[in-house]
Structure formats: C-alpha cells, structure tokens
C-alpha cells in the first residue's frame, strides 16, 4: 500500500463506521503516512485506541472495505499488538494525527516507539527501517531510557533490542 490508497482506504472506512473510534498506527504505514519515509507495505498495522464501535463491526467494515477496493480483507490489522508493551508511558505525547474523518481519528506512533517496535522486532527487513528512522532525528534519550528500563524488568528481548539499537547508532555515529 501506498499513502494514496491509505488515504482512500481510511476515508472509506470513515464513511463506512457508524460511530467514533481512535486508531493508532504503526509499522511501515506509520513511517509512510506520518514521516514520508518512501517504503512499501502491505498492510496499515493498527490498534483501536478509543472506539464507541463495536470491534466486531469494525472488523467487518475493514473487509468491505478491502473487497471494494480490491486490496486484503484486512488491510488494517493488530498484527504489531504483541509489541506494544514496550511502548514508554508518555507515547502518547508523541502521536502525530494523520487522519481525522467524521467517525475515524488516526493516529500514528512516535518515530521513537517506531524504532523500539523494530528493535523488539529484529527482523532483517526492520534493519534498513530503523537506520532510517535514526537518521529523522528521534530522541535517543527517549529510547535508551526506555530499553533501559525493559532491561532493568528482565524483559525477554530486550538485550537483543538494546545491543541492535546500539549497534545502529554506532553505524551512523550517533550517541544516546
């Protein structure tokens, strides 16, 4: 998906939800949609945040939406939930509005909870992701603090988070 036909799927989607929800957006759609980091992904992961929609119905209006534009039934999914808990408690301070309709109300992550996701993620194609991400200036301080703080809770990954996040910004030469 690109950020043309994410707008074109949100919009649907709005007219299509009789009543308010908050989304929050990660993954490579929030890279695309809120920083215009030119990458490609198949999907918007997101998660309901505030919603007076019944999950179910917002499930179903998600794949109308898809058949009508001809795109996955769930083009929109929570496929990124199991890495929240390494969201920082002031995340929310740092969600940028992308999207806000009648119903819909989009909101993507914060370029650092971004690069902590793909750090707990690991994935060979988050390397180039989280370079990326580095190099649009996030504040270090805000992910160092919080790995630190998942190391300190002995948080299964979070070694392996930290040591690729300090990998990274010693490739690009930068210091949290």
Known sequence: MNKK???????????????????????????????DIPIATEDIDAVPDRSTVELATFHKEVAAVGLELGIAANWLNDHFSPFLFVLPRDYGDRLVAIYQGKHLDVRALG??????????????????????????????????????????????????????????????????
């Not at 994410?6 to 809120?34: F, T």
């Not at 060979?124 to 630190?148: A, F, G």
């Open 111 to 176: 370029k650092e909870e971004l690069v902590l996701m793909k750090c707990f993620a690991g994935r060979e194609k988050d390397i180039p992701h989280i370079r990326t991400l580095l190099r649009t200036s996030p504040s270090l301080k805000v992910i160092d603090k919080r790995l630190q703080e998942l190391l300190e809770k002995k948080i299964p990954g979070a070694q392996k988070a930290a040591d690729l996040f300090d990998d990274l910004c010693g490739e690009l030469g930068l210091s949290a």
């Open 5 to 35: 036909l994410m707008v074109s799927a949100l919009k649907l989607l709005d007219q299509r939800i009789p009543s308010a929800i908050r989304v929050i957006i990660g993954g490579g759609a929030a890279m695309a949609y809120a920083y």
